[in-house]
Each structure stands twice: as structure tokens, then as C-alpha cells.
């Protein structure tokens, strides 16, 4: 007995918060308590002590309503520690339940002839006391905490953005356990510096943030989603914290659509990616929804970077089939258990097989008659090619051959050919390669509006140039080769890219795959100027500050 009694005591008083019952208590004892205290200032001491008994007898048969609506709001099952306006305004729905069943009771039974007698405006006055008394001590319990009871794993963080972001993003760190606590907002107007925001100073955006942050003990800039281009543009900034190794974090891309809550668990530390400059690329993804819906939609390289991503956006406006094919195995079982778990509403087919294989892409033709089709499969690293140039003949021009002739054959709406800017004027096998394929699908679109070639497919083919984070991209190359001590490989120092984000890119495809008559080929650099030797010096320097 007394093993299951430490048990239990243990469970309870070891926990980092107030258990369920003791906060429900507490609630409990003020309900009472403030109804003895009304009761006081209405009839005065001496008779509430000569009816003290029957007052709280009465007080505690009252409890029971409010107990009902402290169970349907669950106003305890808050950590008291973390409370937000969300949580008092709970308690106060809670208590007005509570007044309002006592109302109804007293008006449909003959409660008050068992009870000691309590006036109305008593209820009305104890429901106002109450509330305040209960919000009294949420509030008083999270200042406490906040300044005198800061856990040694605590991390301090600036952050920047001082409107709906900011704050939102504030909010998120008060009130979900975060292990994170704010110190101070960063701005670039110096005239919210004469201002509060949630209580906290706010500063201005200068050669001095350093110094401030070292002041307040903080070492973490944290980045608003509204602000991350802002950041991504100030060079200055971004060298003088790195330099002062701030750690920087931020949103993933588009994780964010400006009305739902925060949650830290978003935030990542920031990577020299994220640091690019790129232009913002806006997408109509209702009109794409519009289309994609409901359809059977075919995704060649379903398992490669590009693929993967298009496929995770297909999923988003629920189409009626997937058909995903690669010949990776491993890749493609891992795109498989991210659509079980992601969108497991979306009737999904993972196929492993080659392009090349006529008879094979012909039964699957046959039997699923895609509707759209997404072609991302290809080989594509150029020196590869340069060494196996009959490889890249089979399965770049001839696997696009055989779906292209597919496409027509079984009626679908629509082909869409991912290439590459190395298709323009190209200089290697790889580039010749795309290109051939570019050709032969314009050819095929052509003859079908000629109707030289029977059939309705219509045939748009999209150019990419550095895509970030892709296989093959140039910033992974950089980085492993900065971990291994080096040297970094560049080409030539003159040479200049324009980057976008695979998510990006992705968008631009199913934008350009959808909305295309068919015969065009669409060309993306979305992206500004960065100079690759530039981008390494950078990278280097980046890596340097921030270990």
C-alpha cells in the first residue's frame, strides 16, 4: 500500500506542471471562498459567522454547476504556467455556464426552500470575483515563472518582426512549453523602439543588435515568417551575426499561410540556402487545384527530388489516382510511406520500373489511363553522361519516346516534360540529351494540331535551371566538400547561377502543366544573380561562424 502510495505521489509532485486535480481544486476553492466573501460584504461578518455553515453548505451545492462547466470548457487542464487570453477566456466561459445552470435550477426546481438563502445579485457578484480571482492566479503563476523560475535548458531568443509574425510567433513560445523565451523584438523602423510589444522592449535593427543580444544573454535570432526575405536581402546583418555566431532560425518555405497558430516545432536553424537572394514566385494554386482535382495523375521519377516534391503537391488537391514510377527501389518505398501517412486519402499505385521498358509502361497505360502525366524521370548528371553517353540515349530521348507515344495512344489530357536549361544550346551529352526529348515532344504536339497524328494529348515541356537542394545541385556539392576540409571545386570564377527552391519549382511545373496550351517550353529563373565563387566563399565563411 504504501509502494502505490509513493507511486502515485510521485507521478503527481515530480511533474513539471500542476496536475489536472490540483489546479480543479484551487478553481473549486475559489468558487466558495468567493461566495462567502460576497455574502460577507452584503449581510456583514457577524451574520455570515452565524450562518456560516448553511452559506457554505449551499456554496459547495453550487459548486457542482460550476463544475460542469469547468468539465466543458476544461478550464484545468490548462498548464497554468503557460496560459494565454485563449485560456482566460475558458475560465470565464466556465463560471458563466456555472451561473447560468444555477439560474435555471432556482427558476425549475425548489432548490432555494433546501439551501440557504442567496440573493441574485450575490450569484452575479461571486461570478465576477471569481473569474478575476481565477485569472489573478493564472497570470500571477506565469509572471512568477517567467522571471524568477527560468529552467537552466531555457534558451533566450530575439526575434525578428514586430507584426502579425512576431507576435504570433511569440505567442507560440508562450504557450506551448517551448524551451525558448523571449528577450526582445528586432525591427528596422527605430520608432517601435519607444514601444512595448507583449511586455518586451523592442530594438532597432543596427550595427548595435549584437551588443544588445550579448546584454540580454541571448544567442538565438529568431526569424518571423513575414521577415525572411527581409533577412535574406541584408547581406550586413546576415554577415555581422553569423560573425558573432547568432545562431539563426527560421521557417521552412511556405510553412506558414498567416492566419493559423505557430508552433516552434516549425522553426529550423537556418542553412546558406536560406540565405540566397531569390525573388518571390507567386503561383495561382487554386486554378491548379481546379484541375488537378479529381484526376488520374501519372509521375515519372517519383522518388528523385523534383518528383517527390511534385508528387507531394499533386496529393494536396486530392486527385483521384496517383501512379508513381521509379526504378529506385529504396526512394520510392520511402515516397510510398509518406503517402500512407500524410495522405493516406489519396488512392496511390508506387510501381518500380524503367521507363525503357515498353511493354511494361504500356500494361500500366492500360490499366490506369493517366490523365495527366508528370515526366521527371531522367539521368542527369552531366559527367555521368559524358562517361555512359548510350545510357543517357536509352533512358533520356528513348524512355521519353515511349511515354510521350503512350500519352497519345491512350488519350491523356496532357504531358508534361521536366528538362533543364543545359537543353539550350547544349554542350554536353546530358543538355543533347534533353534536348532531343524537348524536340520530339514539340514534334508530337504539333502533329496531333496538324492532325497529322491522331490523338488529343497536349504536350508542354518546363526548363529549370539551379533548383536548391536538388541531386545534383551545386550548394550539396559545396558542402560536403567543406566538411571534408576541402578544396571547393568551382568551375570557373566568373560564372553566375539564379537559384529557386525545390517547392518552388514544383509549383512553377504543375502552374506551367496546367495552364499551357501545349508546344511551349517554359523557362524559369525565378531567381537574382549569385556568382558561384562568390557563393563558396560564403558558404566557408558561413560554416566557419556558426560551429
Same mark, same amino acid.
Given at each position: 500500500?504504501?509502494?502505490?502510495?509513493?507511486?502515485?505521489?510521485?507521478?503527481?509532485?515530480?511533474?513539471?506542471?500542476?496536475?489536472?486535480?490540483?489546479?480543479?481544486?484551487?478553481?473549486?476553492?475559489?468558487?466558495?471562498?468567493?461566495?462567502?466573501?460576497?455574502?460577507?460584504?452584503?449581510?456583514?461578518?457577524?451574520?455570515?459567522?452565524?450562518?456560516?455553515?448553511?452559506?457554505?453548505?449551499?456554496?459547495?451545492?453550487?459548486?457542482?454547476?460550476?463544475?460542469?462547466?469547468?468539465?466543458?470548457?476544461?478550464?484545468?487542464?490548462?498548464?497554468?504556467?503557460?496560459?494565454?487570453?485563449?485560456?482566460?477566456?475558458?475560465?470565464?466561459?466556465?463560471?458563466?455556464?456555472?451561473?447560468?445552470?444555477?439560474?435555471?435550477?432556482?427558476?425549475?426546481?425548489?432548490?432555494?426552500?433546501?439551501?440557504?438563502?442567496?440573493?441574485?445579485?450575490?450569484?452575479?457578484?461571486?461570478?465576477?470575483?471569481?473569474?478575476?480571482?481565477?485569472?489573478?492566479?493564472?497570470?500571477?503563476?506565469?509572471?512568477?515563472?517567467?522571471?524568477?523560475?527560468?529552467?537552466?535548458?531555457? %534558451?533566450?531568443?530575439?526575434?525578428?518582426?514586430?507584426?502579425?509574425?512576431?507576435?504570433?510567433?511569440?505567442?507560440?513560445?508562450?504557450?506551448?512549453?517551448?524551451?525558448?523565451?523571449?528577450?526582445?523584438?528586432?525591427?528596422?523602423?527605430?520608432?517601435?523602439?519607444?514601444?512595448?510589444?507583449?511586455?518586451?522592449?523592442?530594438?532597432?535593427?543596427?550595427?548595435?543588435?549584437?551588443?544588445?543580444?550579448?546584454?540580454?544573454?541571448?544567442?538565438?535570432?529568431?526569424?518571423?515568417? &513575414?521577415?525572411?526575405?527581409?533577412?535574406?536581402?541584408? %547581406?550586413?546583418?546576415?554577415?555581422?551575426?553569423?560573425?558573432?555566431?547568432?545562431?539563426?532560425?527560421?521557417?521552412?518555405?511556405?510553412?506558414?499561410?498567416?492566419?493559423?497558430?505557430?508552433?516552434?516545432?516549425?522553426? @529550423?536553424?537556418?542553412?546558406?540556402?536560406?540565405? &540566397?537572394?531569390?525573388?518571390?514566385?507567386?503561383?495561382?494554386?487554386?486554378?491548379?487545384?481546379?484541375?488537378?482535382?479529381?484526376?488520374?495523375?501519372?509521375?515519372?521519377?517519383?522518388?528523385?527530388?523534383?518528383?517527390?516534391?511534385?508528387?507531394?503537391?499533386?496529393?494536396?488537391?486530392?486527385?483521384?489516382?496517383?501512379?508513381?514510377?521509379?526504378?529506385?527501389?529504396?526512394?520510392?518505398?520511402?515516397?510510398?510511406?509518406?503517402?500512407?501517412?500524410?495522405?493516406?486519402?489519396?488512392?496511390?499505385?508506387?510501381?518500380?520500373?524503367?521507363?525503357?521498358?515498353?511493354?511494361?509502361?504500356?500494361?500500366?497505360?492500360?490499366?490506369?489511363?493517366?490523365?495527366?502525366?508528370?515526366?521527371?524521370?531522367?539521368?542527369?548528371?552531366?559527367?555521368?553522361?559524358?562517361?555512359?553517353?548510350?545510357?543517357?540515349?536509352?533512358?533520356?530521348?528513348?524512355?521519353?519516346?515511349?511515354?510521350?507515344?503512350?500519352?497519345?495512344?491512350?488519350?491523356?489530357?496532357?504531358?508534361?516534360?521536366?528538362?533543364?536549361?543545359?537543353?539550350?544550346?547544349?554542350?554536353?551529352?546530358?543538355?543533347?540529351?534533353?534536348?532531343?526529348?524537348?524536340?520530339?515532344?514539340?514534334?508530337?504536339?504539333?502533329?496531333?494540331?496538324?492532325?497529322?497524328?491522331?490523338?488529343?494529348?497536349?504536350?508542354?515541356?518546363?526548363?529549370?535551371?539551379?533548383?536548391?537542394?536538388?541531386?545534383?545541385?551545386?550548394?550539396?556539392?559545396?558542402?560536403?566538400?567543406?566538411?571534408?576540409?576541402?578544396?571547393?571545386?568551382?568551375?570557373?570564377?566568373?560564372?553566375?547561377?539564379?537559384?529557386?527552391?525545390?517547392?518552388?519549382?514544383?509549383?512553377?511545373?504543375?502552374?506551367?502543366?496546367?495552364?499551357?496550351?501545349?508546344?511551349?517550353?517554359?523557362?524559369?529563373?525565378?531567381? @537574382?544573380?549569385?556568382?558561384?565563387?562568390?557563393?563558396?566563399?560564403?558558404?566557408?565563411?558561413?560554416?566557419?561562424?556558426?560551429?
Amino acid at each position: 500500500m504504501i509502494k502505490i502510495f509513493n507511486r502515485i505521489a510521485n507521478f503527481y509532485f515530480t511533474k513539471s506542471a500542476l496536475p489536472y486535480w490540483m489546479v480543479l481544486l484551487l478553481d473549486c476553492f475559489i468558487v466558495v471562498a468567493s461566495g462567502i466573501f460576497v455574502h460577507i460584504l452584503k449581510n456583514g461578518l457577524l451574520h455570515t459567522l452565524s450562518t456560516l455553515p448553511s452559506i457554505t453548505f449551499a456554496w459547495c451545492c453550487y459548486l457542482l454547476f460550476f463544475l460542469i462547466g469547468f468539465r466543458l470548457t476544461h478550464s484545468y487542464s490548462g498548464v497554468i504556467r503557460y496560459s494565454s487570453f485563449v485560456d482566460l477566456v475558458r475560465v470565464a466561459f466556465a463560471n458563466f455556464i456555472g451561473v447560468s445552470l444555477i439560474f435555471i435550477a432556482r427558476h425549475l426546481t425548489p432548490i432555494d426552500s433546501y439551501l440557504a438563502g442567496i440573493s441574485w445579485s450575490e450569484l452575479v457578484g461571486a461570478f465576477i470575483i471569481t473569474t478575476a480571482l481565477m485569472w489573478t492566479v493564472r497570470i500571477l503563476v506565469k509572471y512568477i515563472c517567467d522571471v524568477f523560475f527560468v529552467a537552466d535548458t531555457t %534558451q533566450r531568443v530575439f526575434i525578428y518582426g514586430v507584426k502579425s509574425g512576431g507576435i504570433a510567433l511569440a505567442k507560440a513560445l508562450r504557450t506551448q512549453q517551448s524551451q525558448y523565451i523571449v528577450s526582445g523584438f528586432v525591427s528596422d523602423d527605430p520608432n517601435d523602439t519607444k514601444h512595448l510589444l507583449m511586455g518586451t522592449k523592442v530594438y532597432y535593427n543596427d550595427e548595435d543588435l549584437v551588443r544588445k543580444m550579448r546584454l540580454k544573454k541571448t544567442r538565438i535570432l529568431m526569424v518571423s515568417p &513575414l521577415k525572411t526575405d527581409d533577412l535574406r536581402d541584408n %547581406q550586413k546583418m546576415i554577415d555581422m551575426l553569423s560573425e558573432a555566431r547568432v545562431k539563426i532560425m527560421l521557417f521552412a518555405p511556405h510553412e506558414w499561410d498567416g492566419k493559423s497558430d505557430i508552433r516552434d516545432s516549425q522553426l @529550423k536553424e537556418v542553412d546558406i540556402e536560406d540565405l &540566397l537572394p531569390r525573388n518571390q514566385i507567386e503561383v495561382d494554386l487554386d486554378a491548379i487545384g481546379n484541375v488537378l482535382t479529381g484526376k488520374r495523375i501519372l509521375i515519372t521519377g517519383a522518388a528523385g527530388s523534383i518528383g517527390s516534391e511534385i508528387v507531394k503537391q499533386v496529393a494536396s488537391f486530392n486527385p483521384a489516382q496517383l501512379i508513381l514510377i521509379d526504378q529506385a527501389e529504396t526512394p520510392l518505398h520511402d515516397v510510398r510511406l509518406g503517402m500512407d501517412k500524410k495522405y493516406p486519402h489519396v488512392p496511390c499505385e508506387t510501381i518500380t520500373a524503367s521507363i525503357t521498358h515498353p511493354k511494361h509502361m504500356e500494361t500500366i497505360f492500360k490499366r490506369y489511363l493517366p490523365e495527366y502525366i508528370f515526366h521527371a524521370a531522367a539521368y542527369k548528371h552531366v559527367p555521368m553522361m559524358e562517361d555512359n553517353p548510350g545510357e543517357a540515349v536509352i533512358n533520356n530521348i528513348n524512355g521519353t519516346k515511349i511515354m510521350a507515344d503512350l500519352a497519345v495512344k491512350y488519350g491523356a489530357r496532357k504531358f508534361v516534360m521536366i528538362s533543364t536549361d543545359k537543353a539550350v544550346n547544349p554542350t554536353n551529352v546530358m543538355g543533347c540529351s534533353k534536348r532531343i526529348c524537348e524536340m520530339y515532344c514539340q514534334s508530337l504536339d504539333k502533329a496531333i494540331k496538324e492532325a497529322t497524328i491522331k490523338g488529343t494529348t497536349q504536350f508542354v515541356t518546363t526548363r529549370f535551371g539551379n533548383v536548391l537542394g536538388s541531386n545534383g545541385s551545386v550548394i550539396p556539392i559545396f558542402k560536403k566538400q567543406i566538411r571534408s576540409g576541402g578544396p571547393i571545386t568551382v568551375t570557373h570564377p566568373e560564372i553566375i547561377r539564379y537559384f529557386m527552391l525545390i517547392p518552388e519549382a514544383c509549383k512553377l511545373v504543375l502552374q506551367a502543366g496546367t495552364m499551357g496550351s501545349g508546344g511551349e517550353i517554359y523557362v524559369f529563373d525565378m531567381g @537574382k544573380p549569385v556568382k558561384i565563387a562568390d557563393l563558396a566563399k560564403r558558404m566557408i565563411a558561413f560554416r566557419e561562424h556558426q560551429i
